[in-house]
């Protein structure tokens, strides 16, 4: 983060928590989840915002609620799939209302670069009846961030940020501010708005539509909605990234640039589809503008040329539009299509779940996965994870095969998971899986870091968001408290030992856990011993056994196809050696 006295160069993460704290934030919490990451990291940076990492969205959801009853401005962040995880309390919070200022950012994923779906979250803010602002710039991502901490008091409501990737992740200049002073405010009991029993609901439900009402009302005269006036024969709706992306296209157009997308400002849209010839509606993925427009009769080009799936740019417009572009509205030069070498991602040097998969792969185990670094047990040369679907449901899952294929699959079932995710959601899993006599085995990867999105502290860590020492959590006790009577220790580096365990654990008749700890190779604070390992390769016969490591160190040499470390790689975890059988792969020994 560039910056001067009153400007600075920040990404739209960073942007939304220097507008927290510019908007008197106290309080922030989330999980973290890429895109979404960096905005509470940027909020622990600010000494006057309290901010905390969650295990996961729920808890961070209602926490940053009770900081809000409480009289605390506060901001909850998670990604797109986040706000599954948090949407019960979500929901409900959009009819009790606010006390001090709560905004709700969900960053979507269009692309899914890191994710295992593109929902469009603005359903959200349609479902839950909460205005939703969505940023097209880092600009707009302070200003909006600090417009919603104001609608929320003045409103009585939570309200949405919707950002996406690229708005996430894009740096631009922005002008920053002073932090406001937020007004005293307490927790005042108050059954009635607070308790959301089935009579309070029912009043409270009806203050929400009208509360819509005037919001949607506010929208029309909105500074963030407006109508940019060009040439009428073609006349573009947009918000977010979209509408950058459109500019870079149709320069000469007329706009409506929507930033406070829910309620949608009918009337505004209505003034400006008057206005000109051609009405296209321009947005990534779902057509929720553009169902909106056509509800209101108005004709419109849309989701009938533009792409459902995936992420919009320049490119794409421009050939979904394309009969569109004339000399009256000029572009700017499309990007050549360039061959670009495709780089598969893979598990890092010395990660200590590589020989987890390389042993899981060796006993033919049948692996539901879950989300995490871990997921690249899934790609080869592992080959060694059968089922993905959602954070913590790996356990579940396995439970669920056993129930369908009872004795079929017993000795063959592991759920793999990673400390961050058996925080998150796995819990309750294992509890289910003693409960309703499951019994496959459970292997927890704990590398004391949720190091997916960028190595942020959890309860394992030792550290909290702010640096400060914590309790770290034991997670044998923790599932023996959950009712597993076999949990054990392994170094995953210790393959001999690794293997020995699982089989073990395999031929129980009741559920098992391993718990794999070894730190991510990459923590700054952690020290391995190292040992060098070495390699004759005039003892190396291309047996291949070190290949499914599929350690980016080990290569395969292009004249003799025997294999060769690269010592730049290499971090001399040993893995290798332990697994090559004709002794050419070697490791110093232990100094005396």
Not at 20 to 34: D, I, K, L, M
Not at 509 to 528: D, Q, T
Request: one cysteine or more; charged letters at 20%; hydrophobic letters at 40%.
């Amino acid at each position: 983060m560039k910056q001067s006295s009153n400007r600075a160069f920040l990404s739209g993460n960073a942007a939304i928590a220097r507008g927290a704290w510019e908007a008197g934030v106290r309080f922030a919490s989330a999980y973290p989840g890429t895109p979404s990451t960096e905005i509470l990291e940027y909020c622990g940076t600010y000494n006057e915002i309290d901010a905390q990492w969650a295990v996961n969205e729920k808890t961070a959801m209602e926490t940053v609620i009770g900081a809000c009853y409480g009289g605390a401005r506060s901001l909850c962040a998670q990604k797109h799939v986040g706000l599954n995880v948090a949407a019960d309390p979500f929901f409900t919070v959009g009819y009790t209302g606010v006390n001090a200022g709560l905004v709700i950012v969900s960053a979507d994923d269009p692309g899914m670069h890191s994710s295992q779906n593109e929902q469009d979250n603005r359903y959200y803010a349609m479902m839950a009846k909460i205005p939703m602002f969505e940023p097209a710039n880092s600009q707009e991502a302070k200003d909006m961030t600090k417009a919603a901490m104001k609608m929320s008091e003045e409103y009585d409501t939570p309200v949405m940020l919707r950002m996406t990737t690229r708005t996430s992740h894009s740096e631009g200049i922005v002008s920053l501010g002073e932090r406001e002073t937020a007004p005293d405010r307490e927790f005042v009991r108050d059954m009635a708005k607070y308790c959301v029993l089935p009579n309070n609901a029912r009043r409270l439900h009806a203050k929400v539509e009208e509360r819509l009402k005037k919001v949607a009302e506010f929208g029309n005269n909105c500074e963030f909605n407006r109508i940019e006036a060009g040439d009428t024969r073609i006349g573009i709706i947009s918000s977010g990234i979209s509408y950058s992306h459109a500019r870079e296209i149709f320069p000469k157009a007329s706009y409506l640039k929507l930033g406070l997308t829910f309620p949608i400002p009918t009337e505004l849209i209505k003034k400006f589809a008057e206005s000109v010839e051609t009405l296209i509606v321009i947005e990534e993925n779902e057509p929720f503008i553009e169902t909106a427009v056509r509800v209101l009769g108005i004709k419109c080009i849309g989701k009938n040329r533009l792409p459902v799936c995936g992420e919009l740019n320049p490119d794409i417009i421009h050939e979904s539009l394309k009969e569109f572009v004339d000399k009256a509205m000029p572009q700017t030069t499309t990007m050549p299509d360039v061959e670009i070498p495709v780089r598969p991602p893979v598990l890092c040097p010395g990660c200590p779940h590589r020989g987890i998969f390389f042993m899981l792969r060796k006993l033919d185990c049948t692996v539901t996965g879950d989300i995490g670094c871990y997921s690249l047990g899934a790609f080869a040369p592992h080959n060694a994870m059968h089922t993905i679907v959602c954070m913590g449901a790996s356990i579940t899952n396995s439970l669920g095969i056993e129930k369908a294929m009872k004795d079929k699959i017993h000795g063959k079932l592991v759920a793999v998971l990673g400390e961050s995710t058996f925080m998150h959601s796995g819990i309750t899993g294992l509890i289910d899986t003693v409960y309703n006599k499951g019994r496959h085995v459970t292997m927890i990867l704990d590398n004391s870091i949720t190091a997916m999105t960028g190595h942020q502290e959890n309860p394992a860590s030792g550290r909290t968001l702010k640096g400060e020492p914590a309790k770290v959590l034991d997670f044998a006790a923790i599932c023996h408290a959950c009712g597993v009577t076999n949990v054990h220790a392994v170094d995953p580096f210790d393959l001999k030992t690794v293997e020995a365990t699982l089989k073990t654990a395999l031929a129980d008749s009741e559920p098992s856990v391993i718990i794999a700890r070894r730190p991510c190779f990459l923590l700054k604070s952690y020290k391995p011993r190292v040992r060098l390992v070495s390699i004759n390769r005039d003892k190396c016969v291309k047996c291949g056994i070190c290949w499914k490591l599929g350690c980016p160190a080990i290569e395969v040499n292009q004249q003799d196809g025997k294999t060769q470390i690269n010592q730049a790689l290499c971090v001399h975890c040993g893995l290798c050696a332990a697994v090559c059988r004709p002794g050419a792969i070697t490791q110093a020994k232990e100094e005396a």
